[in-house]
């Protein structure tokens, strides 16, 4: 049905009355329509849905809240976010001066937010164990330990994810070079705030803590926070005995589901390449793409309007062959707008005879190939050296007006003499577009003359004819024939003179190259960045096994996500390449978390220990950083626009497959054969020097103990002397999980010191708020009854013991009642 209303943005109004999801009338029903406002709804959708991404937002607000406890430190994390995005954007179009912003680039907002909201939830962490250590000291000391510990693991996974975003930029297609600078410089950015701002804002929100008692969790919903430390000890001791008990269940489950997604992706149904020239704005179901994408092809009126140039109307593909131009693009491949300039072949010599001779003989050549569509019909300009020899054989003198034609009659015969033909070829052409409509059509194939040049002059040259094969979107297809002519032509080009030598070959290859592009650079940065990933492992972890297992647990996470995308039906198109290359920074980080704290386990030789220690310390961080990420996709899945349902779809599925094998994948491989006992550990000898003496800001440790310790007590820290089971504040005590994370991150001779003390797995609940409690304490040897016997102190609620000196062996046990 035509109405009678122009294809314009003046009937958006009327779009906007309609009911689009009751267009029917008894049986009759509308499936598709064209009213020519694809664009403009979509720029408008793109800006109306944008609350969804504010919705996804404020929910990652209150999980950083409820997580930190604090809103001050979770209103500057945000801020700091928004920083990171402001900087990468003030870089991205004044450092490196692009002025073209895609659409594609808003995904790297949900990005910083996914990967700011993981380094908030890990240093805080960090902090809350730094603070719950004895004998931590002044403020100053905190910091110095926070960020020391907490600095490296944003480190490693900040430098893997700008790696994994910047190897995006060897792809040609500009959208998904503009994002991976984008995205890339909005990681760096985010790293260097979190590392100044974050440290600054917690401190401020320390040492200020009375202003801001409004704004923390333990003053206003103090029950509610109690609930949830449990909650999460609870959470936290279920995932180590799941993943530590049932190491084999989880091996071969999640194996076996990665050798199958490897079946989904490359034999079937296979990750296939985009097989419509129309890009898709809205979901399949919409009515404006429903026409652009069944019903538009099968009007007349659509393929006129698109031009004789398209292979919608000239089927078959030309056989386009050019010469005197370079095959060279110097525009800004940045910037779409950006054409360049035209690079000239300074060997091209069509006027050489040695070159009018070949020509002459590969225009024969190439209606002998197994490709080439006789058509019917004088052809004119498509191989000119054959028409420009057919017109040199007329008579030298005009029988009508008796006008003489020498040099430029039969009185040469081809090939011609240089000057013959440099004269001759300027009259022929102006003879040429003389020829009526209906025998000539001025188009691309011809000599082409230089625009300034005094005479004129042959710049460049192209012989075009038709093939026989149709064009066609698939990649496949149209690959077999492209190889098939581009060897042929090398072929013929290495036979050529010295002036017809860097001729080469095109044709209406704009979509295959889209295709090739997206299929060949989309493998080039899975490369690169899973390689630099291997890098960055290994320079942090010196441990060959861990750096292994890990790249194969992000390997995992790639081919199950992939995969389940393509369960999904998505096809590898801009956008999917972008999500691809997101995927491996975003997988990286997980796995990368648990490979650190693995290694700096204080009790390495204990592969089970190991893991209980890496996923009690990283496995609430990593959880609600995958929740917070996920969640903010899944706040996108009602939006119109189809970008916006991809990358909500992409978030949620990348979130739960990467946290899913980071922790109980690559925890089941270092259960099973994690390294022990130094295997495959280098280390840097300087480093180790520098361990070995006393380390700045640390504490002085000699032969018989600690010389000295820093008491100076700040701002919610616990000392010392308040530890005891009877203290008032026993109830707000961290368990065990809380308070002994932070061993394996001090020195080595810290490390050794507590290990002295028999502590459990800090997966164990501690028993720190019962009542009663007895607690064997061995004495030194100057305050026991013997050097061989130990002394047993009962204490209750009306006696606390404080043992400052020699503890050599702490145990807890039940007291019995009686």
Not at 48 to 70: C, N, P
Not at 239 to 263: D, K, N, P
Not at 269 to 289: A, G
Not at 704 to 726: A, F, Q, R
Request: charged share 15%; glycine share 6%; net charge neutral.
């Amino acid at each position: 049905m035509m109405l009678p209303i122009a294809q314009s943005v003046a009937t958006l109004q009327y779009y906007r009355l309609l009911d689009v999801d009751f267009l029917c009338y008894g049986n009759v029903k509308i499936t598709a329509m064209e009213f020519g406002l694809k664009i403009t709804l979509f720029n408008e959708c793109l800006i109306e849905d944008t609350w969804l991404i504010g919705a996804g937002g404020m929910f990652i607000l209150l999980s950083m809240w409820l997580y930190t406890s604090s809103l001050f430190v979770t209103l500057m994390t945000v801020i700091a976010i928004i920083f990171s995005l402001g900087i990468s954007y003030f870089m991205y179009t004044l450092l490196f001066e692009l002025n073209f912003f895609p659409f594609m680039n808003l995904l790297a907002s949900i990005v910083a937010v996914g990967i700011g909201a993981d380094d908030a939830f890990i240093f805080c962490k960090v902090w809350q164990c730094a603070k719950t250590e004895k004998d931590n000291g002044t403020l100053v000391k905190l910091v110095h330990d926070t960020l020391k510990h907490a600095t490296l693991s944003m480190f490693v996974t900040t430098l893997t994810t700008a790696a994994a975003f910047y190897a995006s930029y060897v792809s040609s297609i500009t959208a998904i070079g503009c994002f991976s600078l984008f995205a890339g410089t909005a990681t760096l950015a985010n790293f260097a705030i979190m590392v100044t701002w974050l440290p600054a804002s917690v401190v401020v929100s320390e040492r200020w803590n009375c202003p801001f008692q409004w704004m923390t969790w333990d003053n206003t919903l103090r029950p509610v926070r109690n609930v949830t430390n449990r909650v999460r000890v609870s959470l936290d001791r279920c995932l180590v005995l799941s993943v530590t008990r049932l190491r084999y269940m989880w091996l071969v489950i999640l194996g076996s589901l990665a050798v199958a997604s490897t079946v989904v992706i490359f034999y079937h149904p296979r990750l296939k390449l985009p097989d419509t020239k129309n890009f898709q704005l809205f979901d399949s179901s919409h009515l404006f793409e429903q026409y652009d994408m069944v019903y538009k092809d099968m009007f007349w009126f659509e393929r006129l309007q698109k031009g004789g140039s398209d292979t919608s109307m000239n089927t078959k593909l030309p056989l386009r062959f050019v010469w005197g131009i370079l095959p060279m693009d110097d525009g800004n491949y940045l910037d779409p707008s950006s054409r360049g300039t035209l690079v000239y072949d300074s060997s091209f010599d069509m006027a050489a005879p040695e070159s009018q001779k070949w020509l002459l003989k590969f225009c024969h050549r190439l209606r002998n190939q197994p490709f080439y569509q006789p058509v019917l019909g004088p052809l004119l300009p498509n191989c000119f050296m054959e028409s420009f020899s057919s017109w040199m054989q007329r008579r030298c003198i005009d029988p009508i007006d008796n006008l003489n034609r020498t040099p430029c009659c039969e009185t040469y015969n081809a090939p011609y003499k240089r000057e013959v033909f440099q004269y001759c070829i300027v009259l022929a052409i102006a003879d040429l577009y003389e020829t009526p409509a209906e025998y000539f059509m001025p188009g691309v194939a011809g000599p082409k003359f230089c625009r300034d040049s005094h005479p004129p002059r042959i710049c460049a040259l192209v012989v075009e004819y038709d093939s026989n094969h149709p064009f066609s979107m698939s990649y496949k297809d149209i690959d077999k024939f492209y190889k098939q002519v581009e060897m042929w032509t090398k072929k013929q080009m290495s036979k050529a003179p010295e002036g017809m030598q860097h001729g080469w070959f095109i044709s209406d290859l704009e979509f295959y190259d889209l295709q090739h592009t997206l299929s060949q650079d989309t493998l080039v940065a899975i490369g690169v960045s899973m390689g630099i990933s291997l890098v960055v492992l290994l320079l942090v972890t010196l441990n060959i096994l861990i750096s292994l297992y890990a790249i194969l647990t992000i390997t995992c996470v790639i081919f199950v996500t992939v995969a389940i995308l393509v369960l999904l039906n998505w096809k590898l198109n801009v956008l999917e390449s972008i999500a691809i290359s997101v995927a491996i920074g975003l997988a990286v980080d997980f796995s990368l978390h648990y490979s650190v704290h693995y290694r700096i386990c204080p009790e390495g030789d204990d592969r089970e220990y190991a893991v209980s220690y890496a996923i009690s310390r990283m496995g609430g961080p990593t959880a609600m950083a995958a929740l917070t990420t996920a969640a903010a996709g899944a706040f996108m899945l009602p939006s119109s626009i189809l970008a916006y349902m991809q990358i909500g779809i992409f978030l949620v599925v990348v979130m739960a497959v990467s946290w899913v094998y980071s922790t109980f994948f690559l925890g089941a491989l270092l259960c099973i054969g994690g390294p022990q006992h130094g295997f495959g550990q280098f280390s840097y000898p300087t480093f180790n020097k520098c361990c070995s003496g006393d380390m700045v800001g640390g504490p002085a440790i000699g032969s018989h103990g600690i010389d000295h310790v820093d008491k100076t007590v700040y701002t919610n820290v616990l000392s010392e002397s308040t530890l005891s089971t009877s203290s008032t504040v026993c109830q707000i005590h961290p368990s065990a999980s809380e308070s002994h994370e932070l061993e394996a991150l001090t020195t080595r001779q810290y490390s050794n010191y507590n290990k002295r003390l028999k502590r459990s797995g800090s997966f164990c609940i501690a028993q720190t708020c019962n009542n009663q409690m007895t607690r064997k304490v061995s004495l030194p040897a100057d305050q026991s009854p013997s050097a061989t016997s130990a002394t047993t102190v009962v204490l209750n609620d009306d006696l606390d013991v404080e043992l400052r000196h020699g503890i050599h062996d702490i145990t807890y046990v039940p007291l019995m009642r009686h």
